[in-house]
C-alpha cells in the first residue's frame, strides 16, 4: 500500500527463485560441511594465533567442500594486507592417507599409490609433534598460484556490415587481415595443483575451473583459499594471547613463588615459662607441670599461675604459657597475591577483557550505566577478531555460490543437490551454471546482542501495552534478526493497526449510528405499534361502549316502547274513561241542559200561562215547581 511497506516487503519477504536456491545451496552446503565446527576452530585462531583461513575445495566424490585450515601449515606470498588480497600464491601442507588421497585423484592407479606407500617421505614437514608414524599417510601441499594470461578474440567482419567476436588460445596470432582483427587483454588466471612433499609425482596442475571472479572485476580472480589476519602490520602478526604471553608468564612465576612460600608457613606456637609453671601449686599436694598446663590450655584456653613467688616476691612468669604469633608469610603472601591482581589486570588492559565484560563481580559503587559502558568498549577492543570471523564465512559463501556449476555438470553430484535442494532449486541453478561471471549478492545478518534484543523487547511490549499492535504481530517481529528492519516493521505495524483502529472507530460509529437510527426505528414503530394498540384499544373499549350504550339505549328503547305502549294503553284506556267521561259528563249536561229546557220551557209556559191567568208568581225553587 505504501513505499514504506513495499521495501520491508522486497527485504524481509519477496525472493527470486534463484536468490531462495542459492540461499538453499549455501545453507545446506554448510550444514553438510559442518560449518560450525569449522568456525569455532578459525575463531579459536584469530585470537590465540592472530590469523584464521578457510579453503572451499570441489571433488568429484564429495562436491563443495569447506574445509578448516591450520595456518600454522600454511605458506603464503609476502603481503601486508590483513586481507590477503595481493598474495599470489598459497600453500598447505596435509598429512592425508593413502584412501583419502585415492578418493581425492582417483585417476591415481594402484602401481602409483604402492609406490607412494613404499616411499618414506618426510615427517618434518608436518609438525606432529603428539602423533605416531603412520606409513600409510603422505605429506601433500596443496597450492594456488595466480598468474595471467591473454584472453584473446577474433573480430570477424561479415558481408552484412556486422561483427563477430570469436575467442582463440592465447597464442593465436594471425597475419593482419582486412576480414578480421585481433583484440586481446590480461586478466588473472589461477592454477591449481598438489604434490607429495618430498616425491617427484606431482598429483594435480591445472588450470582452476569455474574460477571466482567478482561481478564488478572479471580481470580479477580469487583464491580458493581466504586467509585473514586483523592486526598484521608489515608482514608481521600479532594476535591477542601473544599480547597476553608476558603478564602470563609473569603471573605463572608468580604463583610458583605463592606456592614456595606456603610451603614455608608454620602454625602459630605456645610459650611455656617452665619456672613459672614450678611456683603454682594446685593446693592438692602437686605441682603445675608442663603436661597438665598445656592439656587445660588447649582444652579450655585458660592458665593458672602466680603473682607473687613463694618467697613473697614478685613473679615474673605470672603467665606461664603465652601465644606464638609468627605471622610466617603472611606479608609475602598478600605483596604475591597484589602482584597476581596486577598482572591479570594488565591482562585485562592489553586484551580489552575487563571485568564487565568477563563476568567478573563489578564494583558496588559503580553505576550501571558505566558497567555498559565498559562491557561495549571491550567489545570495541575484540570487534576486529568479529570482523574477521565474518569477513572469512562470507568469503566462504561466496566461493561456494560460484562453485555450484562444478556439481551440476555430474550426475551423482546433481542427484545428491536433488535430494538436498530439490528439483525446483536445482533447475533454477542450471540455469545459469554456464554464467561463470554471475555474481550474487550475499550479505551476513549478525544476531543482535541481549541489550539490543532487550531494547526491542521493551519496545514490542510498551506497544502491546498501548495496544498499538496486535500479539502476531509481536511475535512477527521478533522473528527478524536484524534490528533496524524490525524496528521498521514495528512502526509500520502501529501505523497499520492505528488505521485499523480508526478505520474500526468509524465503522463503530457507522454501526452505532445505525444500530441507534434501527433503535429509533423500532423505538417510533414499537410506539406505532403502541399507539396503534392503543387505538385499537380504545376503539374497542369505545366499540363495547358504544355497543353496551346501543344495547342500553335498545334496552332503553324497548323499555320505553314497553312504556308508551304502556302509557298509550294507559293513555288510551284514560282518554277512553275521560271521553267517556266527557262523553257521561256531555250527556249528563245535555241531560240536564234538556231538562233545564224543560223546566225552563215548563216555567216558560207557566209564566205565559201565569200572565194568561194572571195567577200569583210561582216559586220555581219549590221542588213541585
Avoid at 40 to 68: C, H, M, P, Q
Avoid at 414 to 431: A, F, M, P, Q
Avoid at 453 to 481: F, G
Avoid at 516 to 530: F, L, P, T
Amino acid at each position: 500500500e505504501t513505499e514504506e511497506e513495499l521495501e520491508i516487503h522486497m527485504q524481509l519477504d519477496y525472493k527470486q527463485s534463484i536468490e531462495i536456491a542459492e540461499e538453499e545451496l549455501i545453507e545446506n552446503t554448510l550444514a553438510k560441511n559442518k560449518y560450525d565446527l569449522t568456525r569455532a576452530r578459525f575463531n579459536r585462531d584469530l585470537v590465540v594465533l592472530g590469523i584464521g583461513a578457510v579453503k572451499t575445495s570441489w571433488n568429484k566424490s564429495e562436491g563443495i567442500v569447506v574445509d578448516y585450515v591450520d595456518p600454522a601449515n600454511l605458506v603464503w606470498s609476502y603481503t601486508e594486507d590483513p586481507n590477503f588480497e595481493d598474495i599470489y600464491y598459497v600453500g598447505e601442507v596435509k598429512n592425508i592417507s593413502l584412501p583419502e588421497l585415492k578418493k581425492e585423484f582417483p585417476e591415481l592407479t594402484t602401481q602409483q599409490l604402492e609406490q607412494i606407500q613404499k616411499f618414506p617421505g618426510n615427517t618434518n614437514y608436518t609438525r606432529n609433534w603428539t602423533g605416531k608414524d603412520n606409513n600409510n599417510t603422505v605429506q601433500v601441499l596443496y597450492f594456488e598460484y595466480k598468474t595471467y594470461m591473454d584472453q584473446v578474440y577474433k573480430i570477424k567482419y561479415t558481408e552484412n556490415g556486422l561483427e563477430k567476436a570469436l575467442e582463440k588460445p592465447d597464442f593465436f596470432n594471425p597475419p593482419p587481415s582486412d576480414n578480421f582483427d585481433k583484440v586481446s587483454r590480461s586478466i588473472e588466471v589461477l592454477y591449481s595443483g598438489a604434490k607429495i612433499l618430498g616425491h617427484d609425482i606431482m598429483l594435480d596442475w591445472k588450470i582452476a575451473e569455474n574460477m571466482t571472479r567478482p561481478y564488478s572485476n572479471t580481470v580479477k580472480v580469487n583464491m580458493n583459499y581466504q586467509l585473514v589476519a586483523p592486526h598484521m602490520y608489515k608482514g608481521r602478526i600479532e594476535s591477542t594471547v601473544e599480547r597476553m604471553i608476558g603478564f602470563a608468564d609473569m603471573i605463572q612465576l608468580t604463583s610458583l613463588k605463592l606456592q614456595q612460600v606456603l610451603s614455608r608457613v608454620v602454625p602459630d606456637g605456645v610459650f611455656m615459662d617452665v619456672d613459672g609453671l614450678a611456683e603454682v601449686d594446685l593446693g592438692n599436694g602437686t605441682n603445675y607441670n608442663p603436661a597438665e598446663a598445656l592439656n587445660m590450655y588447649f582444652q579450655t584456653g585458660s592458665i593458672v599461675g602466680r603473682s607473687m613467688t613463694q618467697d613473697g616476691d614478685i613473679n615474673q612468669g605470672k603467665v606461664p604459657i603465652q601465644e606464638l604469633n609468627t605471622s610466617s608469610g603472611g606479608q609475602k603472601i598478600n605483596s604475591l597475591i597484589s602482584t597476581y591482581e596486577y598482572y591479570l589486570k594488565m591482562i585485562r588492559d592489553v586484551t580489552g577483557l575487563n571485568e564487565a565484560r568477563d563476568g567478573t563481580m563489578p564494583d558496588k559503587q559503580s553505576l550501571v550505566g558505566l558497567q555498559k559502558l565498559a562491557a561495549a568498549n571491550s567489545n570495541v577492543a575484540t570487534r576486529h577478531i568479529l570482523n574477521a570471523s565474518l569477513f572469512l564465512t562470507l568469503r566462504a559463501c561466496e566461493n561456494i555460490s560460484l562453485r555450484v556449476a562444478d556439481s551440476i555438470q555430474f550426475d551423482l553430484l546433481r542427484e545428491s543437490l536433488i535430494d538436498s535442494i530439490s528439483l525446483y532449486n536445482v533447475k533454477t541453478l542450471e540455469e545459469i551454471q554456464n554464467l561463470h561471471l554471475y555474481d550474487f549478492g550475499i550479505y551476513l545478518e549478525i544476531e543482535p546482542d541481549e541489550e539490543a534484543k532487550a531494547a526491542l523487547e521493551q519496545n514490542i511490549q510498551v506497544a502491546l501495552q498501548q495496544q498499538s499492535i496486535s500479539l502476531p504481530d509481536a511475535i512477527e517481529i521478533r522473528e527478524i534478526k536484524n534490528l533496524k528492519l524490525a524496528n521498521k516493521l514495528l512502526k509500520l505495524k502501529q501505523e497499520q493497526k492505528a488505521e485499523k483502529d480508526q478505520q474500526n472507530n468509524l465503522a463503530n460509529i457507522k454501526a452505532q449510528a445505525d444500530a441507534n437510527a434501527e433503535a429509533s426505528e423500532r423505538a417510533a414503530m414499537a410506539e406505532v405499534q403502541k399507539q396503534q394498540a392503543l387505538a385499537q384499544t380504545t376503539l374497542q373499549i369505545e366499540q363495547g361502549k358504544s355497543q353496551f350504550e346501543l344495547q342500553r339505549m335498545q334496552s332503553e328503547t324497548e323499555l320505553k316502547k314497553q312504556l308508551i305502549e304502556l302509557q298509550y294503553g294507559f293513555d288510551k284506556e284514560l282518554k277512553s274513561m275521560e271521553v267517556q267521561a266527557m262523553k257521561e259528563k256531555e250527556s249528563l249536561i245535555e241531560d240536564r241542559k234538556d231538562k233545564r229546557t224543560e223546566i225552563q220551557a215548563t216555567q216558560q209556559s207557566q209564566l205565559i200561562q201565569q200572565r194568561q191567568d194572571g195567577t200569583l208568581p210561582t216559586n220555581f225553587e219549590m221542588p213541585n215547581n
